[in-house]
């Protein structure tokens, strides 16, 4: 059966991973396309993954939990029947990455002193701001070949890669400490101790004509199952309803 996954942080440290995890999707996804037509949404994904860099302290809040994955692994390291071939791999993928973020400078802060991507910034800030005739360098950068213009774009997100590894490694495993369970529930409404947790994953099943939202902490959390309405865009459900959740 095919379903739909969706996915709800419970503290700020995991929102900002998943939001800066569907930023690098963006970006990268559109190194694969024509970048006439998809370079605002990669200046838009690039940009906005500047500013979050910027105003939060990302890559502590890595540091410190790539060292904890690091103790884990040490540990799990001693379990018997343990896929060992797997476990060093990530073990010194974690080491690896825990010295590079750790350097004085991080090298996504380059970014900010490029110059040319300084003057775009300034003008996606401005709703439709992004538009060729206010912006003639990105018309002139935009008439070079697809080539020339994939191998900037990459070696932007080069300076973004220690970010995105780490990003990727915590969330792998974040996502992995839970099992989807079946769950029913009779009124469209569903609640429990959110104690422990930090990230909430939902499938609904493809065909199902709800889909869930959620409200709630790191000490209780709320599933209501919402129905689309043309008259107020949505509206709560109270049908009977059953989904798989993983608590993370």
């Keep these: 059966m095919t379903t739909i996954l969706y996915e709800h942080p419970l503290n700020e440290r995991i929102r900002n991973y998943l939001k800066l995890e569907q930023l690098f999707a963006q970006s990268v996804g559109c190194l694969e396309c024509d970048i006439a037509t998809t370079h605002n949404v990669f200046f838009n994904a690039l940009f906005a993954i500047i500013d979050t860099l910027d105003r939060n302290d990302i890559r502590g809040d890595l540091i410190k939990d790539m060292e904890k994955l690091e103790q884990n692994l040490v540990?799990?390291?001693?379990?018997?029947?343990?896929?060992?071939?797997?476990?060093?791999?990530?073990l010194q993928q974690a080491v690896a990455l825990?010295?590079?973020?750790?350097?004085?400078k991080p090298q996504w802060t380059l970014l900010k002193d490029d110059k040319f991507l300084a003057g775009l910034k300034q003008r996606f800030a401005i709703q439709g701001g992004?538009?060729?005739?206010?912006?003639?360098?990105?018309?002139?950068?935009?008439?070079q070949s697809q080539k020339k213009l994939v191998?900037?774009?990459?070696?932007?997100?080069?300076?973004?890669?220690?970010?995105?590894?780490?990003?990727?490694?915590?969330?792998?495993?974040?996502?992995?400490?839970?099992?989807f369970t079946k769950i029913s529930t009779e009124s469209g409404f569903y609640q429990d101790n959110g104690e422990g947790l930090m990230l909430l994953r939902i499938k609904v099943p493809q065909s199902s004509n709800h889909y869930p939202t959620v409200s709630g902490n790191k000490f209780r959390y709320?599933?209501?199952?919402?129905?689309?309405?043309?008259?107020?865009?949505?509206?709560?459900?109270?049908?009977?309803?059953?989904?798989?959740?993983?608590?993370c």
Excluded: H
């Design 98 to 104: 825990i010295c590079q973020l750790k350097n004085t």
């Design 130 to 143: 992004s538009c060729t005739f206010d912006l003639p360098q990105l018309q002139f950068w935009l008439s």
């Design 222 to 247: 709320s599933i209501r199952f919402m129905l689309l309405c043309e008259e107020n865009g949505r509206r709560y459900s109270n049908q009977s309803t059953s989904f798989e959740l993983s608590r």
């Design 151 to 179: 191998s900037e774009m990459t070696d932007w997100l080069v300076l973004l890669e220690q970010i995105k590894s780490a990003l990727s490694l915590i969330l792998k495993f974040i996502r992995q400490r839970g099992q």
């Design 75 to 90: 540990i799990w390291s001693q379990a018997p029947d343990i896929d060992s071939t797997a476990l060093d791999q990530n």
